[in-house]
């Protein structure tokens, strides 16, 4: 092609390149919204429906008085877990105060757990309040607890939108349920 030729993209199909490519096919029923409530009502939340099945079925960790911790679906790491009150409410600001001394210990309690069992170098917590901070349910608040290792591969969503996550959430599950009590 000459110099100011527009290239087709189909000039590069088969064609080898720099580039790895980790295909994903799976990760498009999150990203078509698969499992995403079909409005804010309390019987569409899976944070309302998953206290209510089996702890492996609802991916349940431990359960408390006023919040319940569950293994997210979609994790950025293994053992990433989301502490949520059993009460389908989207703002921080309104929760009750045993809601919120609760949802800050079962976090507590989940770093350790997470530290005994898997040793992460750190952890990122987190909240998003509202669709436009990034709550994939906003409906329902969550906090995000996720262990971090060096060398995570935490740059493989930003440039190839894909997630290697080690360990399956069955396995997860039952090895942080099991440390709970222990914890």
């Not at 290239?7 to 999150?30: C, I, K, N």
């Not at 389908?88 to 001394?101: F, I, N």
């Not at 436009?132 to 060096?150: C, E, K, N």
């Amino acid at each position: 092609m000459s110099a100011g030729t527009p290239e087709s993209p189909l000039d590069f199909a088969g064609v080898p390149d720099a580039f790895q490519r980790l295909w994903t096919p799976h990760r498009m029923v999150y990203i078509d919204g698969e499992n995403k409530p079909a409005d804010a009502g309390e019987h569409a939340c899976p944070f309302c429906r998953a206290p209510g099945l089996p702890d492996e079925q609802g991916l349940v960790v431990a359960r408390g008085e006023t919040c319940v911790v569950v293994l997210n679906l979609y994790p950025y790491n293994p053992g990433h877990v989301l502490v949520c009150p059993y009460r389908h409410v989207s703002g921080y600001v309104d929760l009750s105060v045993a809601e919120t001394h609760e949802l800050a210990a079962m976090t507590q309690h989940a770093m350790r757990v997470l530290a005994s069992v898997s040793h992460p170098q750190g952890f990122n917590l987190g909240m998003n309040q509202g669709d436009i901070a990034g709550a994939g349910i906003a409906a329902h608040l969550h906090q995000h607890v996720v262990p971090r290792w060096q060398g995570d591969a935490n740059f493989l969503p930003v440039v190839a939108r894909t997630k290697a996550v080690p360990q399956l959430l069955g396995d997860t599950r039952d090895l942080l349920a099991s440390a709970w009590d222990a914890g």
